[in-house]
C-alpha cells in the first residue's frame, strides 16, 4: 500500500522568510512519481510539478525547490522569500500502482502555509 | 481554452435526494477522477475512469456512482445511501501516468 505522510498540518512564516514543506512517501514500486500541488482558497488544485523516481535531481522554478531524497523516502518543498500569495494548502501526492493495476495517486493530508505580511 | 469544467460550484441537498455533479474536460485526456475533500483531510479516491465505457471503484465507491459514455464528461452521482455526503468534490483528469489537473470543486451540503 503507498502512503504519503505530511507531517505539519499548518505553518506560519512572516513574508520574505524560506519555509520548507515535509513530505515523505511509502511505496514497494521501483517506479513511480511524486506529485506537489497548491491548493489556494479558491479551492482548485494547481499543479506544481511531477518527479519520477530515477531522477533525483533537485529542481528549482523561481522561488520554488524540490529536493528529492531516495535514501530517506522523501520529497520536501522549499519556498524562498516567501509572499503573502503563496498562502494556500499544500499537498504532495504520490503516483503508482494500485493492487487493481491501476495507476492512482495518494495525497497527503495538506499542509496550511500561512504567510504574514 | 482547455480546461475542466465543473458545475454547479455550490449544491444543496436534502436528505434522500440524489443529486449529479458534472465535469466536463476538453483536454483530450483518457482518464478522470473523482475526489472528495473533507475539512483538515487530503483528497480521497471515489471513483476514477481509464477510458470511455470503463471505471473503476476507487477508495470511498460506497454511496456514490458515475457513468463515462463520453471522453469528455465523467458525472458523478451521489446518493441517498451516501450518509455522509457534506463535503468539497473535485474531478480530475490526466494522461496515462501524468499529472493530473483539477476542475474548481462543487462544495455540497446537505440540508
Known amino acids: 500500500a503507498q502512503k504519503v505522510t505530511q507531517a505539519q498540518t499548518e505553518i506560519s512564516v512572516v513574508e520574505k522568510e524560506d519555509v520548507t514543506l515535509d513530505c515523505v512517501y511509502e511505496?514497494?514500486?521501483?517506479?513511480?512519481?511524486l506529485f506537489w500541488y497548491k491548493q489556494p482558497p479558491s479551492g482548485e488544485l494547481v499543479f506544481l510539478i511531477r518527479?519520477?523516481?530515477?531522477?533525483?535531481q533537485n529542481e528549482i522554478s523561481g522561488r520554488y525547490s524540490w529536493n528529492f531524497q531516495k535514501s530517506t523516502s522523501s520529497f520536501n518543498f522549499t519556498i524562498t522569500a516567501s509572499q503573502v500569495v503563496d498562502s494556500a494548502v499544500y499537498f504532495c501526492?504520490?503516483?503508482?500502482?494500485?493492487?487493481?493495476?491501476?495507476?492512482?495517486?495518494?495525497f497527503g493530508k495538506g499542509t496550511k502555509l500561512s504567510v504574514i505580511p | 481554452d482547455g480546461g475542466i469544467t465543473q458545475s454547479p460550484k455550490y449544491l444543496f441537498r436534502k436528505e434522500g435526494q440524489n443529486v449529479t455533479l458534472s465535469c466536463e474536460q476538453n483536454?483530450?485526456?483518457?482518464?478522470m477522477y473523482w475526489y472528495r475533500q473533507d475539512p483538515g483531510q487530503g483528497l480521497r479516491l471515489i471513483y476514477y475512469?481509464?477510458?470511455?465505457?470503463?471505471?473503476q471503484k476507487g477508495d470511498i465507491a460506497e454511496g456514490y456512482s458515475v457513468s463515462r459514455e463520453k471522453k469528455e464528461s465523467f458525472p458523478l452521482t451521489v446518493t441517498s445511501a451516501q450518509k455522509n455526503p457534506t463535503a468539497f468534490y473535485l474531478c480530475?483528469?490526466?494522461?496515462?501516468?501524468?499529472?493530473?489537473?483539477f476542475g474548481p470543486g462543487t462544495r455540497l451540503t446537505v440540508l
Open positions: 480530475a483528469s490526466s494522461i496515462r501516468l501524468n499529472e493530473q489537473f
Open positions: 511505496t514497494r514500486d521501483t517506479t513511480y512519481y
Open positions: 518527479r519520477n523516481s530515477f531522477d533525483e
Open positions: 501526492a504520490l503516483g503508482g500502482y494500485s493492487g487493481a493495476g491501476s495507476y492512482q495517486l495518494t
Open positions: 483536454l483530450n485526456h483518457d482518464a
Open positions: 475512469s481509464q477510458i470511455v465505457n470503463d471505471f
